[in-house]
């Protein structure tokens, strides 16, 4: 274990020896390009949420519409005129079976 | 007055946060060497660092509403930086194991003289050890390679590293612990292939 500490210890330094001799150069118009790359993304982005937010509009208007119109079918069906009309307009299933006519 | 003094960092920044493209412009020109060292320092030679730069101001112009100025600006950029190289080299698949024919003929014998004579590396060798120290550093998980390389390379202190990173002492302390019990295995490995 001492040793391996040793190896790694001479080793690392004569790595803080080797000089990194590159030279910090930002590349010509690095932060032009970089700027406008940023602003390019934050309008994209922003014109994707106005999208988003038109299109949800118009989904809600027409679920509203959808919301509406069923709900005024529904209430067109004209209702039965009371529960005794209503109890003999249905036909009778024992006379259905035994070939009667339940309107005669 | 070099010019890092007198930028004046709070005033771009309000100016940036104000939607100045000029301003932003100046701040990127400002960063760039801090974050071109940092990736210099974390990532082999091979990696496109105009790429990540730039990623990396991306980054930070996208969270620039999230800079609560708790920390120096440099610092929280640094964090930023930080993670981004750990992202990268998460990226990369490691070998599953170290071996002696991944080195070059004069890192194997820069390895060789380490291992076997008890002298220091030779001035001249300083390059193949430089080599050799980042691929071995390359075998460890991302995170633990970032502590290693800035306790044993760079000689930060825990202080200092947990500034850098945003991580506490103790999670430095237990990474460089992880780190050197992976680099003691790796050169015990290498020792027992050598001598058989």
């Known amino acids: ?104 | 007055m070099s010019e890092d003094e007198t930028f004046d960092l709070p005033g771009c920044l309000v100016l940036v946060r104000a939607g100045d493209q000029a301003a932003a412009r100046e701040l990127v020109e400002h960063l760039y060497p801090q974050v071109i060292r940092i990736i210099r320092r974390h990532l082999p030679r091979r990696v496109l660092e105009e790429d990540l730069a730039q990623e990396i101001f991306m980054k930070m112009f996208s969270r620039m509403d999230q800079y609560n100025g708790a920390v120096p600006l440099p610092h929280w950029v640094s964090r930023i930086a930080v993670t981004t190289c750990i992202d990268h080299l998460r990226a990369q698949k490691r070998r599953p194991e170290f071996r002696w024919a991944d080195l070059s003929e004069k890192e194997a014998e820069v390895l060789d003289a380490v291992i076997t004579n008890e002298r220091e590396v030779a001035p001249d060798d300083a390059l193949e050890a430089h080599e050799l120290v980042h691929k071995l550093i390359a075998q460890l998980k991302p995170e633990d390679q970032l502590v290693i390389r800035m306790l044993d390379l760079e000689q930060r202190t825990l202080i200092e590293i947990s500034e850098y990173t945003g991580w506490n002492k103790s999670l430095v302390k237990v990474r460089a612990f992880r780190a050197r019990r992976k680099l003691r295995k790796l050169f015990q490995n290498l020792e027992q292939k050598e001598l058989a």
């Not at chain 1, 118009?29 to 509009?57: H, K, P, Y």
């Not at chain 1, 035994?98 to 309107?103: A, M, P």
């Open chain 1, 1 to 104: 274990m001492k040793q391996s500490d040793e190896i790694w210890s001479r080793l690392t330094k004569a790595t803080r020896q080797a000089r990194d001799d590159r030279e910090i150069e930002m590349p010509n118009g690095f932060a032009t390009r970089l700027v406008a790359q940023g602003c390019r993304a934050s309008n994209l982005s922003d014109t994707l949420w106005e999208r988003f937010a038109i299109r949800m509009v118009g989904a809600s208007c027409l679920i509203a519409l959808l919301a509406v119109v069923t709900h005024f079918t529904f209430q067109s069906t004209p209702p039965a005129e009371d529960l005794t009309t209503a109890f003999f307009q249905m036909n009778d299933a024992a006379s259905i079976i035994l070939g009667e006519d339940s309107n005669g």
